[in-house]
């Protein structure tokens, strides 16, 4: 079974364009992720829940909105894609705020064109 | 600016031969993790070290966290195909964060 899983793998969409990314974990963890990770590598926190509330948001542009509709679940929208959006999306997740084992998601490659 | 550098960023090397990853930063982590990444994939845990100048073996990789708790090492011994990937470490900066380096991608040669 996937522990973390994301919809969907690719998405290519054009400029302007509103479009979501799903993430779902079954190991019963109460803290979620989502990073971002450019083309080179660089692998950044946008937003972290706790029991489907917000705790961190790193100056993350306002198009970017997450919802966590129960524990197990949180998604990403994001409004009126730009080309700098284009990068790998990772949901990750933590049995809590305070432990330090991530278990990640297989990653959305966004493209925008 | 970069809190944690990794070096080197590409390595090339031949199978069975040995290598060290280093991830230095000029602050103090709580902990410090290493993941691998492959091409497609999601990070995935290798280890976490919490205790400054703790040593962790995975077969055959020996994990270092430095004394201070600021920098961190990973070495390769005998390394086989098996090992190529994208090799990040990660520092933890109080509870909630964790802070990544730009990786080190590794390439291990038959």
């Known amino acids: 079974d996937t522990a973390v899983s994301q919809t969907p793998k690719y998405l290519v969409t054009q400029m302007g364009n509103d479009k979501s990314i799903k993430c779902e974990q079954n190991l019963g963890h109460d803290t979620m992720y989502w990073y971002k990770q450019d083309s080179k590598k660089f692998l950044k926190i946008m937003f972290s829940y706790n029991n489907k509330e917000l705790i961190i948001n790193e100056t993350v542009p306002n198009r970017f909105s997450p919802k966590s509709p129960d524990k197990a679940h949180l998604n990403l929208h994001i409004n009126s894609l730009e080309l700098g959006d284009s990068a790998v999306y990772f949901c990750a997740s933590s049995g809590s705020p305070r432990s330090y084992e991530q278990y990640f998601g297989p990653g959305t490659r966004l493209t925008v064109t | 600016t970069q809190l944690l550098e990794q070096s080197p960023q590409f390595l090339s090397i031949q199978e069975g031969e040995n290598l060290t990853v280093y991830c230095n930063s000029s602050s103090v982590f709580s902990s410090l993790q290493w993941y691998r990444q492959e091409p497609g994939e999601g990070p995935v845990l290798l280890v976490t070290?919490?205790?400054?100048?703790e040593v962790k073996k995975l077969k055959r990789l020996t994990f270092q966290f430095g004394d201070a708790r600021k920098d961190s090492s990973l070495h390769i011994t005998a390394a086989q195909p098996g090992d190529t990937g994208l090799y990040l470490c990660?520092?933890?900066?109080?509870?909630?964060?964790?802070?990544f380096g730009q990786g080190t991608r590794l390439t291990i040669n038959p």
């Open positions: 070290v919490v205790t400054g100048g």
């Open positions: 990660a520092g933890a900066r109080g509870a909630q964060k964790l802070v």
